[in-house]
């Protein structure tokens, strides 16, 4: 018998398709276990929250699942924040920051293990223009690069298709002349990426002392404009020592001001979140997410 017994799930189709024998085998799995297994698919950007929010209030399931990528998590849990029911996740995108993160394999067996009786913990979240995200929130650089991103491209090369729209956006000129204001002091940089958890982009591990299970941010401003200073930024990404290049500042923040300049690309946990300016604050609610065991 399941410890959890009727398991909701909110599917992209879209980010689904590479990776569906992998949502098929988890699947399988719980109901073999005994779960009872629901699936909704969503049809547009945002219906996932909508969906989730409609199952969380019919107050049926046990726990809610977001299968798809960072964007479709992001989405449901928007629907569930201030809900009883827990979060569980099926990771289908191309990055998959979330799950590496609370470090879940892309194994269906660990995944319908962590659905079935993996404890409930509670995270923290953060807000651009008062919406959560639970990963990261880009300006700049990554926000130019996901809103680059030819989506038939992307369902077709995966992560091919950051790697292009960066080369691109890089080539072009990556740096701009961005404005802060950060708990009231005023801050320039080229870029400025605030972070949630210790992944970025992946694996890389961006912030080593950040823990999504306790509230609060992290600001990284990077300072010089130059592709070369970006390709130093980015191989010390690959690298995970971006908090000792002298030409980064970090800092913790609880309220981000970002007024421009005007029109500049925003992105949060991996997809397009509209242009300056904009306003990024520690969330004032946690959200309930299952977790591996």
Known sequence: MALRRFIHIILNPTA????????????????????????????????????????????????????????TINEVARGLLGQGVPLGIVPLGTANVLAIEIG???????????????PAELIGTGLVQNEIFLMMAGI???????????????????????IWSGVRTWMRG??????????????????????????YAGPFVLAPDADITHPGLTLFLFKKPSRLAFAVYLAALGLGIVQRLASVEVLPARRIDVPGPEGLAVEVDGDDRGFLPQTIERGTQFLRMVVPG
Do not use: Y
């Open 174 to 199: 990556p740096a701009h002349d961005i404005r802060l204001v950060v708990d009231g002091r005023e801050k320039r940089a080229a870029w400025a990426i605030v972070t949630n958890g210790r992944h």
């Open 140 to 162: 700049g650089f990554d926000g130019e690069i996901v809103h680059g991103i030819d989506p038939k491209l992307k369902r077709l090369w995966g992560k091919g298709a950051f």
């Open 16 to 71: 689904g398709k590479r990776k569906r024998h992998l949502l098929d085998d988890v699947v399988g799995r719980l109901r073999a276990a005994g779960a009872d297994v629901t699936i909704e698919l969503t049809e547009a950007a945002g219906h996932a929250t909508q969906l989730a929010r409609a199952a969380a209030r019919a107050g049926h399931a046990d726990v809610i699942v977001a299968a798809g990528g960072d964007g």
């Open 104 to 118: 879940l394999p892309l194994r269906a067996e660990d995944v319908a293990s962590m659905l079935l009786g993996g």
